[in-house]
């Protein structure tokens, strides 16, 4: 399955990307995670992005676009993958439009107040070893694999993850209606549990491939 994954920052739609890409044998494709490691190695891509990361604004189509085009051409999307946080403008999706097959396009809800508590707990290694809740941590915020300090990222501190929610409320809530029109397109609220919400995910899932 080619499958889309939507929602506002900290829905929850990359936690869901990989209990699917667990469950599936399918890709996880985070544009998130391609631009955060591009700004940790320095690199030219990284460079331009960082500016619009740090201020929580959507990092321009021409240095998403090809990066993602590049990716989807790689030998392990052959049986599907899941696009994380891309496309986020109706630009973004009608250029994907011309280079891919879309599946399903799932939408990931949740109220802005919920996202500002979950953002303002969350804590990530920095290696790589996944998101954790401070709440759950004690006083000791390191990573229970690694044991490296937990950070709290810059782009989730309260006034950036504002401007990323009203960003995201402008600019990428119209893609809702634009893949609407597709008739491939879900909602899952996530106001469950985790592993409530990986349960009605999956059985939506199983449900849109019968279709």
């Known amino acids: ?14 936690t869901m990307a990989t209990a699917v890409e667990k469950a599936l044998g399918i890709p996880q494709i985070s544009t998130g ?5 591009h700004m940790r190695e320095g690199t030219p891509l990284g460079i331009a992005a960082k500016s619009y990361v740090d201020k929580g604004e959507l990092v ?4 998403v676009i090809g990066m993602v085009k590049e990716r989807l051409h790689q030998p392990d999307c052959r049986n599907g993958y899941i696009l994380d946080g891309f496309p986020r403008t109706v630009t973004q999706a009608e250029a994907l439009g011309a280079i891919a097959d879309i599946d399903t396009v799932v939408n990931f809800e949740l109220s802005d107040e919920i996202i500002m508590r979950r953002l303002a707990d969350r804590r990530v290694c920095p290696h790589g070893h996944g998101t ?6 004690g006083s000791e915020e390191v990573c229970p694999q690694c044991g490296a300090v937990l950070v709290h990222r ?3 501190k309260e006034d950036t993850v504002r401007n990323r929610l009203n960003v995201y409320h402008t600019q990428t809530e ?4 634009y ?6 397109f879900l909602s899952i609220a996530m106001e469950g549990t985790v592993e409530d919400n990986r349960r009605t995910l999956m059985q939506a899932l ?6």
């Open 33 to 37: 995670d391609m631009l955060r490691r």
């Open 1 to 14: 399955m080619n499958l889309i994954f939507l929602g506002p920052p900290g829905s929850g739609k990359g």
């Open 206 to 211: 199983e449900n849109a491939a019968k279709e």
């Open 179 to 184: 893949y609407l029109k597709s008739g491939k």
């Open 132 to 137: 954790f809740s401070a709440a759950g941590l």
């Open 174 to 177: 119209p893609l809702i209606a």
């Open 60 to 63: 321009p189509d021409d240095i």
């Open 154 to 156: 810059h782009d989730d």
